[in-house]
């Protein structure tokens, strides 16, 4: 009676041992579920690769290089992705532009001048900004910023700028009645991003030690003064980190943009003029395509924006690192 | 006499300088509070004007209708809203279970070789713009089944929630006492037990309000959807499981045809209505829109209170 009790007691003691009572399985589950979520990575980029192949094939370079005549042509199924380029990167830089110097101002009252009781509920209004629906941003950009906003500085731009010889191409005008224009899209873009960028900035600016602000004020510095000479160089790697990842979220931005750029191709560089990005013409045109190449090449598209991000992303994690890495947020007290 | 004059010419430059300094510094000062009033007015106004828009449009018919055929007044939108629920829920049970237990390993293993790779694969992915990881659903699902499905757009939103779920159940268990820990392992309660049955409790409003910024995240999400689950205006959840009862289907039967279906979902809608030249559908589109917001508005005002306090509890 006594003999296969011990003898099954034996064996679980055995599995215990062998398994170290659970934990073995344990770590190997937590293991490979953070080698899953690496794989999802890798597998993106793979995929897309993989798929962009015949556009790669059939296109080369000249696909992504700079033209004066850009062609996307479906039926004859040729195409260029420069205009797609070219009105990302305007739109995002424009929209850089804009936002920098407001996300600084925020980031600067929020982590200097800013009552403490004041701070939270601030924090968490620029973070909502963060959190709103991107087709709720261009729903309110169809029907009310553009009209009420866009159209009058648009019309603006043109009658200052329209006719300067050089940047009067750029301003090369009228905006069109709705307002939809690559410039409705930088400033849709800049609203978007300012979360992004301010929070980032104000987290390196409290993470710059008080000793630094101390021995300015001591010296006879105002407080602008200490702002704009010691903290912002000092943080500056980690503000460009901000920028770069604020530039990574504009790069990205499908639904807004979409809605407010006008999708349309045209030859024309003019931010007040209907254009398109390479977010936007996936979000177009992906589900109608007209051939195996068309899919590929928006395939390809997607294949740079991936790559264009993940760049960024690396650098501002690096740059933002090398800040906050040298001081602990203890350092304030 | 050089001297004097000299002396006071430096004293008046000086007086004057630090008058423009002083200047300089208020100027600056306020305008960086300008500039914070200046980028909470679009927050105010979206959100104002889209209560005000939407507010009208809401009623029990929005909510327990399906669309009316275009150029028709009424119907609803419970198409998109049962859509979203499935595509939302999908997400988070592929995203929830590998998120926690990939922070696991995080918060472990901060330092090792994996531990770097998890942390930088979840800011890049984190990073990632959503119609990319679209592309990649489709690539993935759509091509090799050959259809559109809800299925195809829960995967391209779970990746989506995942930084966000691992970001926040890492943090929650940091801020976990060791002694905790340690007081489970002393009593000879393994690794896996001390886990799942100290830790994870300990952090648990933690995660589950970090789970809930990642769904309300993932249900305004609209690229990742577009060929995905693209949008299906007759979707009918009730028609779809009266006609599998009567046709004696198992559940999973019903659950398979439900998820690989063509779907729409709450922001897929608001896009297509909002371009489409009918003024019934524009104006559902606003009340969609609300929908969406006061979703959004809900979840981050909750979570927040809810980390708010949690982290006074934890820090004693």
Known sequence: ?333 | MTTTSYSELLKKGVERRRVSRKGTNGFMLTLTGALTVLALIPLFWIIGYVFYKGGSTLNLAFFTQLPKPVGMTGGGVLHAIEGSLIVTFLATIMAFIPGVLAAFYAARNPNTVLGIGLRFSTDVLSGVPSIVVGLFAYALIVKPQGHYSALAGGVALAILMVPTIIRTTEEMLKLVPTNLREASLALGAPEWKTSISVLLPAAMDGVITGVLLAIARAAGETAPLLFTTLGNERFDLGTIISSGVTNHQSIIQILGRIFSSPIDSLPLTLWKYAGMPYPERVQQAWGVALILLILVLATNILARVWIEIRKRKLRG
């Open chain 1, 1 to 333: 009676m006594m003999k296969p009790t011990t003898q099954k007691n034996h064996w679980i003691k055995k599995i215990g041992q062998l398994l170290n009572h659970g934990d073995r399985p344990w770590f190997g589950l937590i293991i490979i579920m953070s080698v899953v979520v690496i794989a999802f990575m890798v597998a993106i980029g793979y995929m897309l690769w993989i798929d962009s192949g015949p556009s790669r094939v059939a296109f080369g370079l000249s696909f992504l290089q700079p033209t004066t005549d850009p062609s996307w042509d479906p039926v004859n199924s040729n195409f260029q992705a420069w205009p797609f380029i070219y009105g990302t990167l305007i739109t995002s830089i424009i929209a850089l532009v804009i936002a920098l110097p407001v996300s600084l101002g925020i980031a600067i009252y929020l982590s200097e001048l800013c009552p403490a009781w004041l701070r939270t509920p601030l924090n968490w209004l620029i973070e909502l900004l963060a959190a709103i629906p991107s087709v709720v941003y261009g729903l309110w950009g169809i029907f009310v910023f553009l009209p009420q906003v866009v159209t009058p500085i648009g019309t603006y731009l043109f009658d200052i700028f329209g006719n300067v010889p050089g940047l009067g191409s750029f301003f090369a005008g009228p905006i069109p009645e709705s307002g939809a224009s690559r410039l409705a899209a930088s400033l849709i873009l800049a609203i978007m991003i300012i979360p992004t960028i301010s929070a980032v900035t104000r987290d390196v600016l409290l993470a710059i030690p008080n000793s630094q602000r101390e021995a300015s004020l001591a010296l006879g510095s105002t407080q602008w003064e200490t702002i704009w000479k010691i903290l912002l160089p000092y943080g500056a790697s980690g503000i460009l980190g901000a920028v770069i990842l604020g530039l990574g979220r504009a790069l990205g931005e499908t639904m807004a943009v979409t809605m407010v750029i006008g999708n349309s191709i045209e030859g024309t560089i003019s931010i007040l003029k209907p254009g398109y990005t390479m977010a936007s013409i996936i979000a177009n045109e992906f589900a109608e395509t007209v051939s195996a190449l068309h899919t590929s090449s928006l395939i390809e598209i997607g294949f740079s924006l991936f790559v264009m991000t993940l760049l960024l992303n690396m650098l501002a994690r690096l740059l933002v690192w090398s800040v906050t890495r040298k001081t602990p947020q203890e350092a304030r007290a």
